[in-house]
């Protein structure tokens, strides 16, 4: 067993692993940059290390500060966590090559499935089904509209560098095609460092649904169900939950088949997503993410698998502690993302409590939000036996949060998670569109 890992990382995610890492006995060393000084994942770290200026680009991101760090500490393996170098193949690499162990999949798989159209001919050619869609680049406006009227309107244009809704374009009629392939390229060539697009027919108002998946490199492969991820606002999730309504267990299976199937053949390690747009009876795949998300509790709620040490082992020992065969799904778990809407000094916090309830944060009484990082702040996670019960958990848990300071959504969850449309369990990837102009004005 390893001895002591860096994070690479901060704030609820940071503290998330740290947390683990103390369960397995795993000393943590966390890095900050100076504007998280005081920040959470800091003081329960067993040792911290600044590596720069407030910035991430000149602090979370620079690869050669963190393998530094790690190499001056003793540590044996550095966790990215989710988010800035998580899904970096070069990193992975010179993590590799100092003879430190990354916490995820070998290089060459994070490389293959970052790209979109590797990752999609790889899905099909282990029998997931994939949107219809071009099999690789498209560039020549005239083949886009053949490629196009071929799939019918309306199709997508989608990077393959990309993912997570950057750089795509949404097209109705061969007359506007040219122009948004060009502008697509020119986003993807600016966001991504990489011009290549390519189309797929597009679904209206589909479900996110994702699988949470395990694997030891070697082979074996653990499915923890899926995850329900339409409430987006923006491409930015924000309520998730498990199981998901849109799905049953035909479905559950046929998904978990295809993905086994294709993690096992790629010799997948750690931990793992892999995303499909549901519509009606139908699902198709649509990418990896090769890391642990940030919704992965309500995967550990309806499990009981703590994610994390998994991934750890996975990637540190090469072996898990769960048979696939044991992996039972129980009950309904809901996940609530609390973000800041104003940065600043938290004045006051309650923290909700009681049964079947987590609160995953780096907040505490007094701390102080930066404006530099990503607006999460918190995650507010329910348990119960049914959906229904979840639901009630989630309105009594965000009734006892307190956040005072700082503005946050939690009141706009609890109108988002009352409405008949999501009580009823019928929403798609439009829904928070559908409704925010009300949610706006919630305070
Ligand atoms: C789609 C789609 C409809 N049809 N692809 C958005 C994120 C990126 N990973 C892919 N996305 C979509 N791809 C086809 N062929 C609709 C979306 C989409 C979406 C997907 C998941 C969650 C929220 C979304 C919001 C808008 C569009």
Known sequence: MIQRILIANRGEIAVRVIRTCREMGIE??????????DNLHVKLADQAVCIGPPPSAKSYLVKENLIMAALR?????????????????????????????????????IDLLGDKVQARNTAKKYGLPITPGTEGAVSDPAAAIAAAEKLGFPVIIKAAAGGGGKGMRIVRSAAELPENLTIASREALANFADGTV????????????????????????????????SVQKRHQKLIEESPSPGVDESMRNRMAEGAVRMFRELKYRGAGTIEFLVSGKDFYFMEVNARVQVEHPVSEFVTGVDIIRQQILACTEGKLEIEPSSVRLNGWSIECRINALTPGKVSRLEVPGGPGVRFDSFLYNGCTVPPHYDSMVAKLIVHGPTRERALARMNRALQELVIEGIKTNASQQRWIINHEKFRSGQFGTAYYGEIEKEVEHVH
Do not use: M, W
């Not at 943590?28 to 000084?37: G, I, L, N, P, Q």
């Not at 996110?208 to 499915?223: S, Y």
């Open 28 to 37: 943590t060393v966390a890095v900050y940059s100076t504007a998280d000084k």
């Open 73 to 109: 500490t003793g540590c044996q393996a550095i966790h990215p966590g989710v988010g800035f170098l998580s899904e970096n193949a070069d990193f992975a690499r010179a993590v590799q090559k100092e003879g430190l162990i990354f916490i995820g999949p070998d290089p060459d798989v």
């Open 198 to 229: 390519f189309i797929e027919r597009y679904l209206e108002n589909p479900r996110h649904v994702e699988l949470q998946i395990i694997a030891d490199g070697k082979g074996t492969v653990l499915v923890l169900g899926e995850r329900d991820c």
